[in-house]
């Protein structure tokens, strides 16, 4: 079965300090991963997706195909980074998408 | 650009009555899915279309919600009757054409169902 995994519902960290959101995920081929962000009082939108292999507002992401994971980092987190975070999963061809259930990123103080 | 939109914003049922929303994706996005969040939990998939046609309902609950997209563009998901399980955000989205290079999805507002 198709699964995504997010073992953190809350990540609570200090601003400044590494930030590390897990997702692991199920799939016998060849996915395409995102992360995707919800800010307070704003919409759903992508944060950024494997195959480009960027940096957005300094987060980055790996795929671990041996791992089958693809965890979200960012080095120095940000008050503004506080968040719901989802990592999704799309089986290669379907454009469907699969979520996990979420962590909740709280930088403090 | 303007955004997917949906309506209404809230809505407030008792079960066993039924209960429709709308969504009007972003023009030119053929791809347009309706997704349910319960509280806690990630976005599930209920529906996909590829314009006027369905490509996924496998986890629709098809005894009681139905979802059309006639002319491939705006669309409407019905529940008929609720229950109270169904209190959820329903989100729709839409996409670019499989294919056309860096699909993502843009996602609305959500509609906040509460079934009493």
């Known amino acids: 079965a198709q699964r995504v995994t997010q073992p953190e519902k809350l990540l609570s960290v200090f601003k400044g300090a590494p930030v590390e959101l897990k997702c692991n995920y199920s799939?016998?081929?060849?996915?395409?991963l995102f992360w995707y962000v919800q800010y307070s009082r704003q919409r759903l939108q992508l944060l950024l997706r494997?195959?480009s292999r960027e940096s957005i507002k300094g987060f980055t992401a790996d795929l671990n195909k041996g791992e089958t994971s693809f965890h979200l980092k960012k080095p120095f987190a940000q008050e503004e980074d506080s968040a719901m975070y989802y990592c999704?999963?799309?089986?290669?061809?379907?454009?469907?998408?699969?979520f996990g259930t979420g962590t909740r990123l709280k930088v403090l103080a | 650009e303007a955004g997917v939109a949906q309506s209404p914003r809230y809505k407030i049922i008792e079960k066993r009555q039924s209960v429709a929303f709308w969504c009007n994706p972003i023009?030119?996005?053929?791809?347009l899915y309706w997704y349910q969040q319960i509280l806690g939990q990630g976005p599930k998939l209920l529906i996909q279309?590829?314009?006027?046609?369905?490509?996924?309902d496998s986890q629709l609950p098809k005894d009681r919600f139905s979802a059309e997209r006639l002319k491939g563009v705006d669309s409407t998901l019905k529940i008929q009757p609720a229950k109270l399980e169904d209190s959820a955000v329903y989100l729709c989205?839409?996409?670019?054409?499989?294919?056309?290079?860096?699909?993502?999805?843009?996602f609305g507002s959500g509609t906040q169902l509460s079934v009493l």
């Open positions: 494997h195959i």
């Open positions: 989205a839409s996409s670019t054409a499989p294919g056309a290079g860096n699909e993502k999805l843009f």
């Open positions: 999704a999963l799309s089986p290669s061809g379907t454009y469907k998408y699969i």
């Open positions: 279309f590829q314009n006027n046609g369905v490509v996924d």
């Open positions: 799939y016998s081929g060849s996915p395409e």
């Open positions: 023009s030119g996005h053929a791809t």
